[in-house]
């Protein structure tokens, strides 16, 4: 039993819905990053900068419909 592309239709609309619905749950995330500022020896001195994310509503909708596009289409072949 090889793999058909149909599964990988259904597992990458599968990812890409799963991206859209994390996209709309949080749709502001924060990261940070640490950098060295000066070093003394053995003494470092480091800052974090924190930087805020934002996921457009539109590009988690698209996700999500593209998503189940693409599941429906690898359902539709597998018949």
Known sequence: ?????MNGLV???AV???LGLVG????IFTTQETKNVARIGDLKLQTTEST???VP???SGGALVLGVILMGAG???KR
């Open 75 to 77: 359902f539709y072949r």
């Open 52 to 54: 805020s994310h934002v």
């Open 57 to 59: 509503p539109l590009l």
């Open 1 to 5: 039993m090889g793999r058909s592309p």
């Open 16 to 18: 890409l819905v799963l």
């Open 11 to 13: 597992i990458g609309g």
């Open 24 to 27: 709309f749950a949080i749709p």
